[in-house]
């Protein structure tokens, strides 16, 4: 008996310390952990039900070979000195990814990701999730978004925490939230609160209003900002409510008009093409068509430089299309298309092509697919005219991304011009 109890003692022994080296190297050790990066906040250990395997949605192999053409030149820009520059065109593919609904890819890149943004995409699939109402699987990324590096700087920590409190918030969990806003930078204030208009209730209608009017009343530029979209957002979640949408549509009103607080014209434009896109998911396109006209009349009240005019007008026309009025939205396009051909050579080089992508993108959406592939060829051409590398595969990255997002497929004489590029890139930088 005490040799069976000895030899059951010996086994269960053994099962730990492989369970405990197993665990070592999936996580590291804690002297591991605290010498490479500090754990921020403490993420529960259990959910609801076990996180599945992050996937893949399916998107058409074009759409695949593109992202991960994307990538790649962001990932040729050398870390030395151009980590910043470099890990943000990273992140921009990684966000393309998880609108594609590209995890498993998106996941796969980040790894390669060499600085805090590595975090915040952790964080952005995150909130991806929390969306979903996939508890476990938000609680799962957020862990790994936790994991922030010692140097990290405090600014750059708190976008980290902000998009994780928006995630907490998403699914309900009001305290976990709360704990990750408190300290953040005063440019993240407010972003949470969105997060919570989009799960507000009646109960809690005018609490949020009492918050969001307290931080417009601080008058700080991304304060209020931040406080627009979540009057934004309770626009969406009480969308059906015409009593409580009439009162937050006359309170943002309002905020737009206070010569007080001096909200920028772009700002203004782009809370009411939120407030347009809101209007056409619910199907009403007269009520969007009544924002739509509100960012004709405020972009038409300014003179824009051209880099700022072309992408304004293509994106006013593309949500114009979607409302229903066809034909000003066609001809709108056009304008815009006009005024690149005009003027867009006194655009700074390293910005045309960030001109012409919306424009491209808003071809495809009005179903000119041959006018969306022109306009991303000559963006592929103006985006090597600066002889230095790191802009060329900034923004070859940027339209191989858009054109993913987008289902745009190359035809084969662009696609040998993008791999062409891509190969060609090298110093100097």
């Given at each position: 008996?005490?040799?069976?109890t000895?030899l059951?003692?010996?086994?269960?022994?053994?099962?730990i310390?492989?369970l405990?080296?197993n665990?070592?190297?999936?996580?590291?050790?804690?002297?591991?952990?605290?010498?490479?990066?500090?754990?921020?906040?403490?993420?529960?250990?259990?959910t609801?039900?076990?996180?599945?395997?992050a996937t893949?949605?399916s998107?058409q192999k074009?759409?695949?070979?593109?992202?991960?053409?994307?990538?790649?030149?962001?990932t040729?820009i050398?870390?030395?000195?151009?980590?910043k520059?470099?890990?943000?065109?990273?992140?921009?593919?990684?966000?393309?990814?998880?609108?594609l609904?590209?995890?498993?890819?998106?996941?796969?890149?980040?790894?390669?990701i060499?600085?805090w943004?590595?975090?915040l995409c952790?964080?952005?699939?995150?909130?991806?999730?929390?969306?979903?109402?996939?508890?476990?699987?938000?609680?799962?990324?957020?862990?790994?978004?936790?994991?922030i590096d010692?140097?990290?700087t405090?600014?750059r920590?708190?976008?980290?925490?902000?998009?994780?409190?928006q995630?907490?918030?998403?699914?309900g969990?009001?305290?976990?939230?709360?704990?990750?806003?408190?300290?953040?930078e005063?440019?993240?204030?407010?972003?949470v609160?969105?997060?919570?208009a989009?799960?507000?209730?009646e109960?809690?209608?005018?609490?949020?209003?009492?918050?969001?009017?307290?931080?417009?009343?601080k008058g700080?530029?991304?304060?209020?900002?931040?406080?627009l979209?979540?009057?934004?957002?309770l626009?969406?979640t009480?969308?059906?409510?015409l009593?409580?949408?009439?009162?937050?549509?006359?309170?943002i009103?309002?905020?737009?008009?206070?010569?007080q607080?001096?909200?920028?014209?772009f700002v203004?434009?782009?809370?009411?093409?939120?407030?347009?896109?809101?209007?056409?998911e619910?199907?009403?396109?007269i009520?969007?068509?009544?924002?739509i006209?509100?960012?004709?009349?405020l972009?038409?009240?300014?003179?824009?430089?051209?880099d700022?005019?072309?992408p304004?007008?293509?994106k006013?026309?593309?949500?114009?299309y979607?409302?229903?009025?066809k034909?000003?939205?066609?001809?709108d396009?056009?304008?815009?298309?006009?005024?690149y051909?005009s003027?867009g050579?006194?655009?700074?080089?390293i910005?045309?092509?960030g001109?012409?992508?919306p424009?491209?993108?808003s071809?495809?959406?009005v179903?000119?697919?041959?006018?969306?592939?022109?306009?991303?060829?000559?963006?592929?051409?103006?985006?090597?005219?600066?002889?230095n590398?790191?802009p060329r595969?900034e923004?070859?990255s940027a339209?191989?991304?858009?054109?993913?997002?987008?289902a745009?497929?190359?035809?084969?004489?662009?696609?040998?011009?993008?791999?062409?590029?891509?190969?060609?890139?090298?110093?100097?930088?």
């Amino acid at each position: 008996m005490l040799k069976n109890t000895t030899l059951n003692s010996l086994i269960i022994n053994s099962v730990i310390m492989m369970l405990s080296i197993n665990c070592q190297q999936i996580y590291g050790s804690a002297s591991e952990t605290n010498d490479k990066s500090t754990i921020i906040k403490n993420s529960p250990q259990d959910t609801s039900h076990v996180a599945q395997p992050a996937t893949d949605q399916s998107i058409q192999k074009h759409q695949i070979e593109l992202l991960d053409l994307a990538f790649n030149t962001a990932t040729m820009i050398p870390v030395h000195p151009h980590i910043k520059d470099r890990s943000l065109a990273q992140q921009k593919v990684v966000e393309a990814c998880i609108k594609l609904g590209q995890i498993k890819k998106a996941e796969m890149y980040i790894r390669k990701i060499e600085n805090w943004r590595k975090n915040l995409c952790y964080a952005t699939i995150a909130f991806y999730y929390a969306q979903k109402d996939q508890s476990a699987e938000a609680e799962y990324y957020i862990r790994l978004a936790n994991v922030i590096d010692k140097d990290v700087t405090e600014w750059r920590r708190s976008r980290i925490m902000a998009l994780i409190a928006q995630a907490y918030a998403r699914l309900g969990m009001s305290q976990k939230a709360t704990e990750y806003q408190a300290g953040l930078e005063e440019a993240e204030l407010g972003k949470v609160d969105t997060a919570h208009a989009m799960i507000a209730s009646e109960d809690s209608f005018y609490l949020q209003i009492q918050r969001l009017d307290e931080l417009i009343s601080k008058g700080v530029y991304d304060i209020t900002k931040n406080a627009l979209d979540s009057y934004a957002q309770l626009f969406n979640t009480f969308y059906n409510s015409l009593e409580r949408r009439t009162e937050i549509e006359t309170k943002i009103e309002q905020i737009m008009n206070d010569k007080q607080i001096r909200i920028p014209l772009f700002v203004k434009m782009d809370v009411y093409e939120k407030m347009a896109k809101l209007a056409l998911e619910k199907g009403d396109n007269i009520k969007a068509l009544a924002f739509i006209n509100i960012m004709q009349t405020l972009f038409e009240s300014a003179q824009w430089p051209t880099d700022k005019h072309v992408p304004r007008l293509a994106k006013l026309a593309e949500l114009r299309y979607k409302a229903g009025d066809k034909e000003k939205a066609i001809k709108d396009l056009e304008s815009a298309h006009s005024v690149y051909k005009s003027k867009g050579n006194k655009i700074v080089n390293i910005w045309r092509a960030g001109a012409l992508r919306p424009l491209a993108q808003s071809y495809k959406i009005v179903d000119n697919s041959e006018a969306s592939l022109l306009v991303y060829k000559k963006a592929v051409e103006e985006g090597i005219v600066n002889p230095n590398s790191r802009p060329r595969a900034e923004d070859l990255s940027a339209t191989c991304s858009s054109m993913a997002l987008y289902a745009v497929q190359p035809d084969e004489k662009l696609k040998k011009r993008l791999y062409e590029i891509h190969e060609e890139l090298g110093s100097p930088w």
